[in-house]
């Protein structure tokens, strides 16, 4: 009996020891650009899960982009970090940011379809339920993730960080499925109330489900350990305002998809 009480043991602990993040690069195209993702899930989770997709700062696909992609996974999602911009354009210095910024939204058809490809990339996953997905957005990858909930996209939930937000185009009332939770800072100056609340309010006018959260103190990039490295006053890390802003992001997401964050 004590032998088999100590194989079992030692099979929990060699089981437990093999089960864990899964990442790898994904490379994927839209249209002549070649782009580079990143996936995580954790396989100690059983069966189909919920995909979120990430999208990332105007600094590019960087590794702040992967490590939420792997904050998803350790809360129990397939996450898959997009790259807006293509392979290999990462910022670090705002005017080089801006620039990819600018040249990657200019056309709002490509964004979509940078969006979408990514989407049915991550669909394609065999960790992922298809039918269950949402996303998360950061600075600019915040109004993306904005714009494509109004556009109609099929996403249950979508948070946002920091977000810039979109112009204050009503959609059509019931078009918008996502439920939909913004986390912004109450001292940055690159957000204001001003621009969130008009939003907003033709949001919830046409029936949308949308939350916000200020954090008190937190400037924007709060969610980035790096965002002082950029030299601009506005940018700063608030490690209470990631954290808290992570757990009503896993509250919500745990709501929608049934999941406990």
């Not at 030692?10 to 994904?26: D, G, R, V």
């Not at 992967?66 to 999602?77: D, E, S, V």
């Not at 991550?122 to 992922?128: F, G, S």
């Not at 960080?161 to 109450?186: C, E, Q, W």
Request: proline share 5%.
């Amino acid at each position: 009996m004590t032998r088999t009480i100590l194989a079992l043991t030692a099979l929990a602990l060699t089981s437990s020891a093999e089960a864990k993040i899964q990442t790898k690069p994904m490379e994927y195209q839209q249209g002549g650009t070649k782009l580079q993702g990143f996936y995580a899930y954790d396989d100690a989770v059983k069966g189909k899960r919920p995909g979120i997709i990430v999208v990332h700062e105007w600094w590019g696909h960087n590794e702040h982009a992967r490590n939420q992609a792997i904050r998803l996974a350790k809360a129990g999602y397939a996450a898959f970090a997009l790259d807006m911009y293509g392979k290999g354009k990462v910022a670090k210095h705002p005017e080089d940011a801006k620039k990819f910024m600018t040249e990657a939204t200019k056309d709002d058809a490509v964004v979509k379809a940078r969006f979408d490809v990514a989407v049915a990339l991550l669909k394609k996953q065999p960790q992922v339920d298809p039918q269950r997905l949402g996303a998360v957005g950061y600075c600019m990858g915040g109004n993306i993730a904005l714009s494509m909930a109004r556009a109609g996209e099929d996403l249950k939930a979508v948070s946002t960080f920091h977000a810039a937000i979109p112009s204050a185009d009503g959609p059509a009332p019931g078009k918008v499925t996502s439920r939909i939770l913004i986390n912004t800072g109450a001292d940055d100056p690159m957000v204001q109330p001003a621009q969130i609340e008009p939003f907003v309010k033709q949001m919830k006018d046409a029936g949308a489900n949308v939350e916000v959260i200020s954090y008190p103190g937190a400037k924007h990039g709060f969610t980035n350990p790096d965002a002082a490295k950029a030299g601009m006053d506005a940018l700063a890390y608030d490690k209470s305002a990631d954290e808290k802003s992570w757990e009503a992001t896993t509250k919500m997401f745990g709501e929608v998809f049934g999941k406990k964050g």
